[in-house]
């Protein structure tokens, strides 16, 4: 058979199989940094069958114009994921967890008048 | 009708290809650096484009986005090279890439083959890229400092077609059956036209003692066997693969009907109109 006979016509349906057999295109969850120093934000992710090709398609997907300088490719199967309302939302009331639950101004008025009242006591008692 | 002068439609903010003075090359080696200059840029257009042939029906999304993609820059880099030769001889980059008859380009007898099934494009590729890697590194100290600085330019992006490549090439051959049978089918067809990237050049003895190029294709030939035996044979346990075979000439009387079929398509909206700019 010469390459001319064989089909020109074979294509993603054909060729399905030749991931590998076995092989389970798998979603990567991918970061990227836009300039050096600031913080990773997701980007999105990818599938592929294994690191490799993880960290091309990431790089075709997130960095071909050159608009990352790093990039992190998670498998998402490593993600530990914590959602449980439970743990995260908890039913009773947590406002007073929160600075804005306290009117804080009365409060803050008082502490200074006191701390001045304080110091002068003080000066006076060094002063004799 | 207006007869204000039309800007060119690409506008490029820093040229890939700068100015460059060929003053000081002699007239024989003006002539062997712009052979060389025609066939790595014609290998380049030639398998950039069947390449693309897989946009829209490579094995995934992801692939197909990433195959194109290397595609794209192999396109690119033969306008670099096209470009060179243009103003090393006087001439039009978009009449050398589109204006010349299919049995006058002088892409390797490698590049001849339609893209077939996606073993046969990985056997393929792999073979070229890594052929190429070898030709362009026997360009980086080249005495002519343009074409020097082109390769190295051309060579960073190569780097990361070679690792996906290689990438391609394991998982076809450990991939099982059926992608190792289709991937050993390939690379026996193509055995017989695995040199044919370093088919000898009229001047490439010129090349060499200019300082140009810093080996001889045979000699080259033998380095990137060598290589290739070692991941096919050595790495990877075919039986036999890249070989030694007879090396095909670049000047082909008829080329094969599939470049034939793909020149019509690439050249089919420059031929539209004559001269017409885009």
Redesign the interface.
């Known amino acids: 058979m010469t390459p001319e006979q064989l089909s020109a016509s074979e294509g993603r349906r054909d060729d399905a199989g030749l991931l590998g057999e076995g092989a389970d295109p798998g979603v990567w969850e991918v970061f990227r940094q836009e300039k050096d120093g600031e913080a990773m934000r997701h980007a999105g992710n990818v599938r592929a069958p294994d690191r490799d090709l993880a960290m091309h398609y990431a790089r075709e997907f997130y960095s071909r114009r050159q608009e990352s300088v790093r990039l992190w490719v998670v498998n998402r199967a490593e993600i530990t994921d914590l959602s449980d309302p439970d743990l995260l939302q908890p039913p009773l009331d947590r406002s007073f967890k929160k600075p804005g639950g306290y009117v804080m101004r009365d409060k803050l008025e008082i502490a200074k008048e006191r701390a001045k009242a304080q110091g002068q006591a003080e000066t006076k008692a060094a002063d004799r | 009708m207006t007869t204000e002068a039309r800007l060119p439609t690409r506008q490029l903010i820093q040229p890939d290809l700068p100015a460059f003075d060929h003053g000081g090359l002699d007239r024989a080696t003006r002539d062997a650096l712009a052979e060389l200059l025609l066939t790595m840029a014609d290998d380049e257009f030639v398998i950039g484009f069947w390449d693309s042939e897989w946009t829209g029906?490579?094995?995934?999304?992801?692939?197909d986005?990433?195959f194109s993609?290397i595609a794209q820059d192999e396109i690119g880099h033969a306008r670099l090279l096209y470009e060179m030769l243009a103003r090393l001889t006087d001439g039009d980059a978009d009449r050398i890439a589109f204006g010349r008859a299919p049995h006058e380009y002088r892409h390797a007898a490698l590049l001849d083959?339609?893209?077939?099934?996606?073993?046969?494009s990985i056997a393929r590729r792999w073979m070229y890229d890594t052929a190429d890697s070898v030709r362009l590194a026997a360009l980086t100290s080249a005495s002519f400092k343009p074409l020097a600085d082109v390769v190295a330019k051309i060579r960073r992006e190569e780097r990361?077609h070679l690792?996906?490549l290689d990438?391609w090439l394991r998982?076809?051959a450990?991939?099982?059956?059926?992608?190792r049978r289709?991937l050993e089918?390939s690379l026996g067809?193509?055995r017989p036209d695995a040199h044919s990237v370093f088919a000898p050049l009229h001047g490439e003895q010129i090349l060499v003692d200019a300082g140009i190029l810093a080996e001889p294709m045979p000699a080259l030939a033998r380095r990137w066997a060598a290589q290739a035996e070692h991941i096919l044979l050595g790495e990877l346990g075919f039986e036999s693969a890249a070989g030694v075979g007879d090396v095909v000439s670049r000047e082909r009387l008829e080329p094969?009907?599939?470049f034939r079929w793909l020149w019509g398509e690439f050249t089919s909206v420059a031929r539209l109109e004559e001269g017409v700019e885009w």
Request: no cysteine.
């Open positions: 029906i490579a094995p995934m999304l992801e692939e986005v990433a993609s083959h339609a893209r077939h099934d996606w073993a046969f990361y690792l996906h990438v998982r076809l450990n991939g099982g059956d059926e992608p289709r089918a067809l193509l094969s009907e599939s």
